[in-house]
């Protein structure tokens, strides 16, 4: 089951999983790349990323970014994204978020 998340409320949901996430991209060979990160989230979403996450980020601009929760009886938050690369970090311009029931 699915909850919808309003954009303007992925701040307040963050708030209540754990404090990183994960964030996937795919590669030119498209593959998934998966690498944990702790956000920095308000209107965009910044987090630091290791080369290879910016890598693919600079081919393919779509991502997901999953808080797992705190309770795994509770739900994780999925957010699709429209990333880009600026230095070492990434911003990622939120475009839907779901609470995912995980049981």
Not at 6 to 20: F, G, R, W
Not at 35 to 46: L, Q
Not at 69 to 77: A, F
């Amino acid at each position: 089951m699915s909850i919808q998340v309003e954009l303007d409320a992925i701040a307040q949901a963050v708030a209540h999983q754990m404090p990183l996430a994960y964030l996937l991209t795919v590669s030119d060979d498209e593959r998934v790349h998966v690498v944990a990160v702790v956000p920095d989230v308000g209107a965009d979403i910044v987090c630091s990323p290791g080369n290879r996450a910016r890598t693919n980020i600079a081919s393919r601009s779509t991502v997901t970014l999953v808080w797992p929760p705190v309770d795994p009886v509770e739900k994780s938050l999925l957010v699709d994204g429209d990333a880009r690369v600026d230095g070492d970090v990434v911003i990622v311009t939120p475009r839907s978020a779901i609470l995912h029931v995980t049981r």
